[in-house]
């Protein structure tokens, strides 16, 4: 047994010097990390209120009628399921990206007063969500890129190429 | 106690909490509260349920926006207040008065009637507020 003199240190200093940059990192991390509450949802614009306004008239084969009722959903006058309804949309929409904008398809989406409001909203979804697929995959093959992350000139440049004509409204009784 | 050396071990007072960071770290704290608070809040005054959605486009912009709601009862708020049908129009007439270029987010309950979701927005629309936004909530995975 050797009898070397072992110097006992006192605890170590912790460094401060790098404190404040981890107080700094967990700021960062916070902001990143907390979600601040923001709304999603569906945008629309309703059409301006004219009264005992006269119908328009859109060429038969741009339309693309959708009708709600309580028990089933019609695609241009057959009975049709969601996922049916999107690829509708998709497809039409798809096929007229080279077209003029007159001939772009027009989704219609008509619905009786007694359909809840899930049920407009889950078709709405699909038809929007059937645009913004066609919008998506436009934008990567122009843009290289996925449409949201597209700035707002682009945007407009997606949107008229694949513009979102979308209209919606009750079937009255005598429709 | 004594070490080897036969010396008193002196206690070593630097072992503490380091206070240098202290402010530091309640200027933090005080950063992250002031930025996940919402400053205004509505009060709401009616029980909703939303629906959700798939697709769904962020908004943000909280300076144009008034609140319309209408609940599971059917009770509808237009901002801070529950107003019946027909004072619709008049509110948002005001509230555009104020604000040229409003947009509505609604938020509805799921199984309100079409038809009374279709009188409010007619009266949206002879308000001249046509720019309105379904709130929903987000669905990450369509199931099909």
Known sequence: MSFIRRRRKGFPDVPLASM???????????IVAATIDVDTGISLSLPEYKPNEAPTQIEKKRVLEVRLSTENLTLNGKNATLAELYNAVTTAVRSTTDK????????????????????????????????????DEVSRKKFGRAFRSLSEDDRETINSIVPVYISVGEIKNND | MINFAGKVRKKDSKSGIPLASMPDIIF???????????????DVKVTYDLPETVTSEKFDNRRLTAWLYIGKDGKIQVNDMVVGLSAVKERFEIIRSRMNNVVVQMRVDKNVPMSLVESVQLELRKAKCLRVNYISSHKEKDEK
């Open chain 2, 28 to 42: 933090i704290l005080l950063l992250f509260f002031m930025v996940s608070t919402v400053l205004k809040e509505i």
């Open chain 1, 20 to 30: 404040s940059d981890i107080a700094f990192l967990l700021l960062i991390f916070f």
């Open chain 1, 100 to 135: 003029p904008d007159d001939e772009k398809p027009i989704t219609l989406l008509l619905y009786q007063g007694n359909v809840v409001y899930n049920r407009y909203i889950a078709a709405l979804d699909q038809i929007k969500h059937g645009y913004k697929t066609v919008q």
